[in-house]
């Protein structure tokens, strides 16, 4: 049970969360002019390195703000909340 | 006489006090304090359980949770399969049987209470041996908050009925002191009887504490039997023991061979001889220091074997002055039994010497000590294989983890005292002087422990050399499995199932390991052990559950309008946590005609429906509009205020996630609606672009589903039962038309009705404050309308072709797919847009949304049934696609059904056959509005 960081709420149990998947990822300013690829590359094509990664978390059971950390995949650790 | 095992005196049990109980259909008698295999052992019963496969009988074989033979059924008290005898605290009453294998699970349901808590502390520390206890003691009296939790009755470890001495007074004074210290301090908690069984990320441990399991039959109701504590931890600290190893020899699994330290942990902790004349058969110190203890009880000494060939030491000295000469490199080559199967005498010899014959009751063996590092692995850590300890060790440390004592390889007490208090100080974040560990007269060691795993002619006996006692698996399946090509132990311990019974093979994992080393030829360390998992020891399906069963499983959500359902004689439907009215039968009536009737009032005069359970999203701030327009297909900005439109949202992959009707009810306002099992995601997926994607966009969603009552109120008799309800109401369709909102005030209730409609009949959805939800329902009802649920509803949607997200979709139809291209805008940008024009979304052959009509009108075809073209073509037969909706129709007189068709309408008028278990029925391929395709019925 990961303690996940609520910048707003400070540490909570996992369970009160929802994974938002990587970070950063920003919606393309216009879709209709990308390529089938590009859009396909932002649609499924996701990072998944084994180390630090930028994510995502929704705090769905507290303050219900989104915020993005930075975790260890491995270690599981978080880097201070931003 | 009764406990003829029981010594004269020693032992921590209450001999003022006897207690009853029964094994295998026998009377016999314990101390309170007696776990139930001591009390066996006390009364000469050696035969606890038989091998699952083999039969051959076993006996107890450890004293703590490492026990691989003696688990009993339970049938007293609540009953319970498979209790490990060596913890079961005996009560008067008790009654268990031995087992072979697996026990049985009562029928009857546990009606006693099981409860969940949650605790933080600053220092967890995990078993409350003597570096358990020196660690949380030097925590607490930083005034740190700590938890410490042991798994026996009280703290003491392995100094519980020992005899060594702290501080120059008995160890168990030291014990009882710091107990009291610990347990005066105010954040200090010592939960005894408590199990920690799982360390999950973030220092989560979950721990099972047995609450009133030891007072048997007197155990009060009110009081939970088990509690499971889920400890949030700073850190932590491991100081969770060791488990003995056996050596293994042919038919090492008889009756009266046990682990040396626990045989000697009978005699001095419980008081119980565990055999009158003993054989000891060790490969370290500790198998020496046993053999002291087993004399100074009053066990005959038959023989002490070492397989070593030491130099004489203090314990050589120690067994000397008792009469007691070390047979240096001896091993135990083979064992004898009575015509019960109990041991009888036992061989020994040197290696490649003669062997000699040794007639005994006891074989006390110890192959060594293997830290107990379950909780550290499970934490992340590696153990790694140490020479120096002939034993897995743990390895590099995990942060904020400590392991201290005979968990961390240091089986010295003085070492384990100091390195306790150290972990302690450090876990605490402490500084300045740490507490002084109590001093000690440790005992020197004589040699290193060797790592030897079988003695004797093993290979000629392997099928009787057990290397998992649970499973009756023996090194033949061990070698048998190496011979098929296996070198991991993971591959090992599946194949020959050796470590996979209830005690997780505690005794011999580590010794299996050790033989798949020698038969590969490699280090031990480099074969590694198996993965530990939790839990630790088995959890209780009860406790896991605690009071979540039942009705409290999960919350239930009845709308304000729920008792007049179910004095109506509603039969109801899960819609996610909602209880739904499905039907409402008269008497006499089946599903079927509660249904064609509900139908025919829809359609033919006037029906209401509770559609309070719809999600309603209440939607505020200038850029409403322009919101709309970003997540749903069609446009909202546009709607004037009074309006209602439709509208589909899709994800961003371009397949259809929700639908509903919207209303602007000002210029700043919407309201929004959504599919009631959809509510919370709808509401999760316009939150997160708004805070995520257009934080620039000045737009709140407030979820107010719980706020809203709503009565659906439809039919050809609506307008004039509205009419009649809302006089000041202008109902007429010119003041009023399909797909508007007005204000109003509905039998004298301020309401919101929503002129909109789901059935394609002439329809209104009157909302009011959810308290007011039960007086609307009986003034609509009042006005002599008919009720109906939710199967209705289904038919009269599906007669209309209207889709239910979820049920005629799946998350790869798109809205093309469903036939809502029309609700799909071209002229802006919505999420999922870009995704309609990928090469795969514009697929022609994609599945699409048809009506089938089956030949047979009498045959409602099964919701998931698969179709095809030729029903006798060969396997594989491809699947076209599958009924999604499907329903006897009242109006039409025959059944129907909705499906996605790879093709969908370019098939228009052929025939398919929808399979389903086993028969093929006939289906033509219509249009999907079965039912007033004008809707000139809905806009009348």
Known sequence: ?82 | MSQPFRRVDGGRVDRGRTVTFQFDGTAYEAHPGDTLSSALLANGVRIVARGPYTGRPRGVYGIAAEEPNAFVQVDSGPGEPMVRATTLEVYDGLVARSLAGKGELRAEPDDSRYDKTWAHCDVLVVGAGPAGLAAAHAAAVTGARVILADERPSPGGDLLGGRAHLDGRPAMDWVADTHARLAALPEVRVLTRTTVTGFYDGNFLVAVQRRTEHLGLAAPAHVARQRLWHIRAGRVVLATGAHERPILFPDNDRPGIMLAAAAAGYAWRYGVLPGRRAVVAGAHDGALWAAVELVDAGVELAAVLDVRSLPEGQVHRALRDRGVVVSAGHGVVGTDADASGVLSAVWIARTDGEARRIPCDLLATSGGWNPAVHLYSQAGGRPVWSLDHAAFVPGDPVPSVWCVGAAAGTFDLADALAEGGEAGWQAAAATGEEPLPPATDSVSGTGAPAACWLTGPVDERADSVFVDLQRDATLRDVRRAVGAGMVSSEHVKRFTTAGTAADQGRTTGVTTVGILAGLLGLPVGAVGTTTYRPPYTPISFGLLAGRDRGRLLDPERRTPMHERHEAAGAVFEDVGQWKRPWYYPRPGEDLHRAVERECRAARESVAMMDVSTLGKIELRGPDVGEFLDRVYTNRFSTLRVGQCRYGVMCLADGMLFDDGVTARIAPDHYHLTTTTGNAAKVLDWLEEWLQTEWPSLRVSATSVTDQWAAVALVGPGSREVLSRLAPALDVSAAAFPFLTVRDATVAGIPARVFRISFTGELSYEINVPAWYGLALWDAVAAAGVTPYGTETMHVLRAEKGFIVAGQDTDGTVTPHDAGLGWAVSTAKHFIGQRSLTRTDTARADRKRLVGLLPADPLVVLAEGAQLVVDADAPTPVPMLGHVTSSYHSAALGRSFALALVAGGLTHRGETFYAVDSGRAHPVVVTDPVFYDAEGARRDG
Do not use: I
């Open chain 1, 1 to 82: 049970m990961l303690s996940v960081p609520c910048p707003w709420c400070g540490p909570r149990d996992e369970t009160e969360f929802r994974y938002g998947g990587q970070a950063h990822v920003a919606y393309p300013d216009d879709p209709a002019t990308l390529s089938d690829a590009e859009w396909a590359e932002y649609l499924f094509m996701h990072d998944n390195p084994k180390g630090w990664f930028a994510e995502r978390w929704f705090h769905t059971a507290g303050c219900r703000r989104w915020f993005d950390v930075v975790r260890h995949t491995v270690t599981y650790a978080f880097e201070a909340p931003r």
